[in-house]
Nanobody
């Protein structure tokens, strides 16, 4: 079955960096466009970044220039490198298929940015 396991979250100071990882299983990973999403307390889940199967990327305006996304098709993993973190980046981060997420979500990984 489809499964996503996110990791790498934690507490980081404002201005700092963090690298998140997501291991996917149960999908034909190399042919799937993948994305990172996040959900802050009291807010809806939102798109953060996307990497297509071709390797092309796209970012939400609020993280553009600060976050990068990449993938390793040999490991079925997708990564989110977050730099210049801000308090407003505090959220639980999830990975899933881009454009039309699967109805199966992982537990996410919590990122807390302290000021």
């Amino acid at each position: 079955q489809v499964r996503f396991v996110e990791s790498g979250g934690g507490v980081v100071q404002a201005g700092g960096s963090r690298r998140l990882s997501c291991a996917a299983s149960g999908i034909s990973f190399s042919s799937i466009h993948m994305a990172w999403y996040r959900q802050a307390p009291g807010k809806e889940r939102e798109f953060v970044a996307r990497i297509n199967s071709s390797g092309s990327t796209n970012f939400a305006d609020c993280v553009k220039g600060r976050f990068t996304i990449d993938r390793d098709n040999t490991r079925n993993e997708v990564y989110l490198e977050m730099n210049s973190l801000r308090a407003e980046d505090t959220a639980t981060y999830y990975c899933n298929r881009a454009y039309i997420p699967y109805p199966y979500w992982g537990q996410g990984t919590q990122v807390t940015v302290s000021s």
